[in-house]
């Protein structure tokens, strides 16, 4: 999709494929880009993986995209299996100890304690079960396995603001004016009832969590939380 071509909004509402498109042609145009933006989409997945150790695991990764987090796993882990529903993604993998299954958190049959390490990055709002999918999670991991997850604070008040400054500029300059309508149909689930499941379906689980960019405890006052959840050695 070229600047020359946006799309407009009588096109939107009639277009079942909306969605898909700005994913396919668009989402990494408006997220990847260089400069500060493409610094703080990099620095939240470094972030993700600070501290954590991956040698010898086996790693899930739900909702994997392109598989754009894999570049920043450190670490001789075992397996890497990226789950992701979207085939559009087109997620090419070379390296024999990672693998692609198609399919949902919500319904996708992995046996019980089958990884040591599950990732999320930036998905939970978009699931339609999230409740179905942390009960599949915690279910998947090992005894001392963690969940490591980016939750961005929709819809706080950094968050919109940050949206309304910086997000739809860069997507309408990608030639797509109507992200406010994808973000509408897309985050179906808001930040305070994700972080509530998760207060509920993880309870007992050592847990850490890291506000960004200020570290602030806020939903309203952060961009997005960078969480661990480590489960009991025996559950």
């Avoid at 598989?67 to 559009?88: C, D, I, K, W």
């Amino acid at each position: 999709m070229s600047e020359q071509e946006p799309i407009e909004p009588q096109q939107v509402l009639s277009d079942a494929e909306l969605v898909e498109t700005f994913y396919r042609d668009c989402y990494h145009q408006v997220f990847d880009q260089q400069g500060f933006a493409g610094s703080m989409y990099r620095r939240t997945h470094r972030l993700v993986e600070r501290g954590v150790d991956n040698s010898d695991k086996r790693i899930l990764e739900i909702g994997a995209g392109k598989g754009e987090h894999l570049a920043f796993v450190r670490g001789s882990f075992s397996e890497y299996v990226m789950l992701e529903p979207n085939q559009t993604s087109r997620i090419e993998a070379d390296e024999p100890k990672v693998r692609v299954v198609a399919g949902r958190a919500e319904d996708t049959d992995f046996p019980p304690e089958s990884f040591d390490r599950v990732i999320s990055m930036c998905v939970l709002h978009h699931v339609d079960d999230v409740a179905q999918v942390l009960r599949n999670i915690r279910s998947w991991l090992a005894p001392g396995g963690v969940f490591s997850l980016f939750l961005p604070s929709d819809p706080g008040v950094l968050n919109r603001l940050n949206r309304r400054l910086f997000v739809t500029p860069r997507a309408r300059r990608a030639g797509f004016d109507s992200y406010p309508l994808i973000n509408a149909r897309e985050h179906k689930n808001h930040y305070w009832a994700i972080k509530t499941e998760l207060d509920h379906q993880f309870s007992g689980f050592g847990i850490s969590r890291r506000y960004f960019p200020l570290p602030i405890p806020a939903g309203n006052l952060s961009l997005c939380s960078i969480w661990h959840l480590w489960k009991p050695s025996s559950d």
